[in-house]
């Protein structure tokens, strides 16, 4: 059987892109489809923090991981922004929390490694912070740990989410009284 490539294997020979796939065992020809299934779709730390949010986060809402910036933003005038589509476009976000019956997206948070302390990572967190303010989409930072105290954890989520409700459960102090030049102090009872 002649061994015909066609125009794009032959540059992908030259490109060195033309690396065969693996083959079936017992096989000697290439899958037509060179796919594969990862081994780990999270990272061990994506999966312990994973487990984490999902037990904060209410009924009220629906947990979706690595999710492409370009899949949650639009870019204006795309016939005009090219560079902007592609500066999300291999970009996702760790986490997106949404609203279980809309799936709006309502908060993005990245699980931050030591690997988000090299240069080139962060220029891109610092570029992606800047889509979702601009965006008008919450973004919270946490950073990677063998553990997260629950409390906080919710308490930082439900901050962003649900801010009154948070509110609610303070106990604030009584209002000080606003100074007038006319207010003078109460008088001392004792005297």
């Not at 000697?28 to 949010?53: C, K, M, Q, W």
């Not at 990572?121 to 889509?131: K, L, T």
Request: proline residues 9%; aromatic residues 8%.
């Amino acid at each position: 059987m002649k061994n015909n490539k066609g125009c794009l294997g032959f540059l992908l020979g030259l490109s060195g892109g033309g690396s065969k796939p693996p083959t079936k065992p017992g096989s000697s020809e290439s899958p037509t489809f060179p796919y594969g299934l990862r081994d780990n779709f999270l990272s061990p730390a994506e999966i312990s923090f994973f487990h984490v949010l999902k037990g904060v986060l209410d009924s009220r809402y629906h947990l979706v991981t690595k999710v492409r910036l370009f899949d949650i933003f639009f870019v204006w005038k795309p016939r005009f922004n090219q560079a902007a589509i592609n500066r999300i476009d291999r970009k996702h976000v760790d986490f997106l929390i949404c609203d279980a019956k809309t799936m709006q997206p309502l908060l993005g948070i990245e699980l931050d490694d030591a690997s988000h302390n090299a240069q080139d990572r962060v220029e891109r967190d610092v570029y992606v912070e800047q889509v979702f303010h601009e965006a008008g989409l919450p973004l919270l930072r946490i950073p990677a740990a063998r553990g997260y105290v629950v409390s906080d954890l919710s308490a930082s989520v439900a901050a962003i989410l649900d801010p009154h409700s948070l509110q609610k459960k303070l106990v604030l102090p009584p209002p000080i009284p606003k100074v007038d030049d006319d207010w003078a102090p109460p008088k001392d009872r004792k005297g």
